[in-house]
């Protein structure tokens, strides 16, 4: 079945670093990702919407210049977190959806820690 | 734009027992149905959809889920739980035309007790 790898699982950043989170589709082309964000207990909040080739479209309230979403291949999607700070420590995980049965399928996700 | 309401943050059963994991939806134009699971520190692993066609739908692990359109619901059930069933459990919906995104709900914390 189709197949996303999210790495790293878990990562612990200083404060005023950036941190970068790949997503790949390892079996399936994907034209579209999708990046959540899921606070502990909590669903998982839309961050954005990445096409192969062209610009992320961003939820309302997600600063773009923060969360730099780069879709540069059918298999890779990255998300850079610039100039961490604790709020951003959160769970992310990534979504590629795959055209040929209309599902979706889901990386691990990735644990930041901002200290 | 859709939402997607799960009646339930928390459900406790015994093992072996019979649950239903409620969920219901709005939406003014159809929509695709989803059923996923996640384990602690992990991502989605999807039981179930409905695309179209037999309004009951089976997935992994024994559970299955009914599409009712009257009611817009689309709960999830299984007829014997065990306890590696405990789980976060998310039911999503997404616009057959249009944005492609999943819109999720709250999700249900299933806890099987032995």
């Known amino acids: 079945g189709a197949v996303v790898s999210q790495h790293p699982s878990r990562v612990i950043c200083k404060s005023g670093t950036s941190v970068k989170i790949e997503c790949r589709s390892l079996d399936f082309q994907a034209t579209t990702m999708f990046w959540y964000r899921q606070f502990p207990k909590k669903s998982l909040m839309l961050m954005a919407t990445?096409?192969?080739?062209?610009?992320?479209?961003?939820e309302q309230g997600v600063e773009k210049d923060k969360f730099l979403i780069n879709h540069a291949s059918l298999t890779l999607s990255t998300l850079t977190v610039t100039s961490a700070h604790p709020e951003d420590s959160s769970f992310y995980i990534c979504s590629a959806r795959d055209i040929t049965n209309y599902g979706y399928t889901f990386g691990s996700g990735t644990r930041l820690t901002v200290v | 734009a859709q939402s997607v309401t799960q009646l339930d943050s928390q459900v406790p059963v015994f093992e072996e027992a019979p649950v239903e994991l409620r969920c219901n939806y709005s939406?003014?134009?159809?929509?695709?149905l989803f059923w996923y699971v996640q384990y602690p520190n992990q991502g989605l692993q999807l039981l179930l959809k409905?695309?179209?066609?037999?309004?009951l739908v089976k997935g992994i692990n024994g559970f299955e889920a009914e599409f009712n359109k009257s009611q817009t619901s689309f709960h999830l059930r299984k007829p014997s739980v065990h306890i590696s069933d405990t789980a976060e459990y998310f039911c999503a919906v997404r616009s057959i035309q249009g944005a492609q995104k999943l819109v999720f709900g709250q999700g249900t914390r299933l806890t099987i007790n032995p």
């Open positions: 939406s003014s134009v159809s929509v695709y």
């Open positions: 409905y695309l179209s066609g037999s309004t």
């Open positions: 990445s096409n192969e080739g062209s610009k992320a479209t961003y």
